[in-house]
């Protein structure tokens, strides 16, 4: 069988940059932080008061008053972030066309948020106070399952779950769907709402979040002796993939090429990662050998880089297993502007790395100032780089081992 190649024809965005993809693009590459003190809820008794919080969201334009009550805020982010690539991509539904698109958008955690707040309502005034839309308006599966709804897509509707890998998950397998035949176009991506009490107080009993709550622009910084835990975002992201000959036959815009994904698990621990680098290295070599490169192809890596003491430094050491010890492939991450959006962040890094190659342009890494030791990689800082970018590889990695890498390529 011919392999069917998968083009990206429209991305969709909603981040604590910006709530569409202009914006986005516009302030992660002149190095602006997302990343606030927290006000939307009590922090008196959490020692972490800072995160990256979407900000003058409106739903309105995507669902009604009545409908967005029944569901969880991600599923809103994610509804958001799906119209403005469907959008963005030109693309038609019609009957003729319905049953060949798909939507795969996953969530690292779902909804949170509506869990606490009718969790809230059982203890407190009993269980008949519960909404009705409790259970369907929290599960993850609903972000794909309300957008294919909305615009009545009728292929493939999956919700993989690998928490912070998660986004990049969907978006692999999504154009392995399209691949194999299964569907002609998949709307992919992930969407993350846990900036609320429980979800903040919960990360921060784990003691995986920064408290440098003075200094909230400056809290997320990857790689930086003076890091001390990641910061908690939220949004969505949702990438139009589309197989390629499709995409040229209706005139489509195409940014990028996935043309390549690959998978591991570490196999090790509940939320430590792999501190050899041996298991997210092969997923890179994985990723980067299905895209049919080697790895001098690859010019942009979109790190993983979350900020934690242990989390970073693995990684250095998986893509130096990946690229060798001298290798000059650019690296940031853009977490130091977004902080981490969980089963979310790997579909805005992933947009992030296809604008990187529309434009031939790399985003920064902001608050790098003093590189702890072994942490030498050749790091692109505070300044995006103007830099010729053939292919650049993007990772995530989540909580009970799984690693996920994605190849984009220039067409």
Request: hydrophobic share 40%; charged share 20%; glycine share 12%.
């Amino acid at each position: 069988m011919t392999k069917r190649r998968v083009v990206v024809t429209g991305l969709g965005m909603v981040s604590p940059l910006g709530l569409n993809v202009a914006d986005n693009w516009q302030n992660v590459t002149q190095g602006k932080s997302g990343i606030r003190a927290v006000t939307r809820f009590d922090t008196n008794d959490i020692n972490s008061k800072i995160a990256g919080m979407v900000e003058n969201f409106d739903v309105s334009p995507f669902l009604s008053s009545k409908e967005a009550k029944k569901v969880d805020v991600f599923i809103h982010f994610a509804v958001a972030a799906a119209d403005e690539a469907l959008k963005d991509s030109g693309l038609s539904i019609t009957e003729q066309n319905r049953t060949r698109v798909g939507v795969a958008i996953g969530s690292g955690i779902g909804g949170l948020d509506f869990i606490e707040s009718n969790g809230s309502k059982l203890f407190e005034k009993g269980a008949n106070r519960i909404s009705p839309f409790f259970i369907p308006g929290s599960i993850i599966n609903m972000a794909s399952g309300l957008v294919s709804i909305q615009h009545g897509l009728q292929g493939p509707n999956i919700a993989i779950v690998t928490a912070c890998t998660s986004g990049s998950h969907n978006i692999g397998y999504a154009a392995r769907t399209i691949t194999y035949g299964d569907a002609d176009v998949m709307l992919a991506g992930g969407a993350e709402m846990a900036t609320c009490r429980m979800g903040l107080g919960g990360f921060a009993a784990l003691r995986a979040l920064s408290t440098r709550n003075d200094d909230p622009e400056g809290a997320s910084r990857p790689w930086d002796k003076d890091r001390d835990g990641f910061v908690l975002g939220e949004g969505a992201g949702v990438l139009v993939l589309e197989e390629y000959e499709h995409a040229k036959a209706r005139g489509a815009t195409i940014y990028a090429e996935l043309a390549g994904f690959g998978m591991t698990a570490d196999a090790s621990h509940m939320t430590t990662n792999d501190q050899t680098g041996e298991s997210p290295s092969r997923c890179m070599n994985n990723a980067i050998t299905d895209a049919g490169l080697n790895s001098d192809d690859i010019h942009y890596i979109n790190a993983h880089a979350t900020s934690t003491p242990i989390g970073d430094p693995a990684e250095v050491k998986a893509i130096k297993l990946s690229f060798g010890n001298d290798s000059t492939v650019a690296v940031s991450s853009t977490k130091s502007m977004t902080g981490h959006l969980l089963g979310a962040a790997g579909a805005i890094e992933a947009i992030y790395n296809v604008k990187a190659i529309a434009e031939q342009l790399a985003p920064p890494t902001i608050n790098l100032e003093t590189p702890d030791e072994g942490c030498d990689l050749n790091f692109i800082t505070n300044e995006a780089r103007e830099m010729p970018i053939k292919a650049a590889l993007s990772n995530s990695f989540g909580f009970g081992g799984p690693n996920g890498s994605l190849v984009f390529s220039k067409v």
